[in-house]
């Protein structure tokens, strides 16, 4: 059974485990806003109520009212808030691309497969992710028993109706 669990161990570290959606930024950090209300400015804080990202919000209104920061700002603090404004707009840009909506799909799928199989297949080794080298993938993998099992796994998954067709990779062990 150690095999088992080493070669299970390997093939989940061969795929993407974690949530981007975690890794995504539409808000600016706790810290830099309160570093940013303490300044009392109304400037400031017009600035502050853009964020979090809204589907209404134009990125020239974000760049403008950066912008207009700059003479506000101590340096070192300007150049802090335009590094985590950069990052937010990006990953807003990729929130709403064609490709980050798709990889965003197939991660809630992700999820709820997840907790099925935890909860019908607790004894079974399988792990569901996505492909490092083509992240808009989906692998399920692992190891089961019985035949019946991988059967019963498989339809139980494309029951759920996945964004995007499976790859699967569970193999029969005894």
Known sequence: MTDI????????????????????H??????????????????VDKFI???????KIKFST???????????LPK????ETKDEVTE????????????????LKIEEWIKDARHCIAID?????????????????LIVGGYVKELNTKTIIESCLDNMNPPI???YRIVICD
């Open 5 to 24: 669990t080493e070669r299970y161990n390997q093939e989940i570290e061969s795929t993407i485990q974690y949530d981007i959606s975690e890794l995504l």
């Open 88 to 103: 937010i707009c990006d990953d807003y840009k990729w929130l709403n691309s064609k490709n980050g909506k798709l990889i």
């Open 121 to 137: 297949f607790p004894s079974e080794y399988i792990y569901i992710g996505r492909s490092l080298f083509d992240p808009i993938s």
């Open 26 to 43: 539409t808000d600016l950090s706790d810290d830099l806003k309160e570093r940013l209300m303490n300044l009392g400015n109304p400037t």
């Open 49 to 55: 109520a853009l964020f979090p990202i809204q589907d």
């Open 165 to 167: 067709d499976i790859e």
């Open 76 to 79: 070192n603090l300007f150049e």
């Open 62 to 72: 974000i760049r403008d009212a950066l912008n207009g920061m700059k003479v506000i």
